[in-house]
Nanobody, 127 residues
Framework: QVQLVESGGRLVQAGGSLRLSCAAS????????MGWFLQAPGKEREFVAA????????YYADSVKGRFTISRDNAKNTVYLQMNSLKPEDTAVYYC????????????????????WGQGTQVTVSS
């Protein structure tokens, strides 16, 4: 069982940066692959970034590649999303998610592959 709590979302101007954090409870965090998703009003939840439990493998949506970086600190049971060069279209609620990793290099991009979700944190980018 994993419980996830996101933080770090706020209002920021276009071109600015934010770092989102997702704190996980449970002693098996280091065996879970983690992901970040976003959901804009009236739209489906969509994939942003994923990381394997070892941290050695990452994957990004094309829309954020080169601007966002996912990382994790297993000693702190926390996964991060560093967001740079933010755009108004990045405005959304951001969710972190967890899924048991099949191997040290496994990561997942589909929302239905994740069984655990946080409550979300709002990111608003003004133009």
């Amino acid at each position: 069982q994993v419980q996830l709590v996101e933080s770090g979302g706020r209002l920021v101007q276009a071109g600015g940066s934010l770092r989102l954090s997702c704190a996980a409870s449970g002693r098996t965090f280091s065996s879970y692959a983690m992901g970040w998703f976003l959901q804009a009003p009236g739209k489906e939840r969509e994939f942003v970034a994923a990381i394997s439990w070892s941290g050695g493998s990452t994957y990004y949506a094309d829309s954020v590649k080169g601007r966002f970086t996912i990382s994790r600190d297993n000693a702190k049971n926390t996964v991060y999303l560093q967001m740079n060069s933010l755009k108004p279209e990045d405005t959304a609620v951001y969710y972190c998610a967890a899924a048991p990793g099949y191997s040290s290099g496994s990561y997942y991009t589909g929302r239905y592959e994740y069984g655990y979700w946080g409550q979300g944190t709002q990111v608003t980018v003004s133009s």
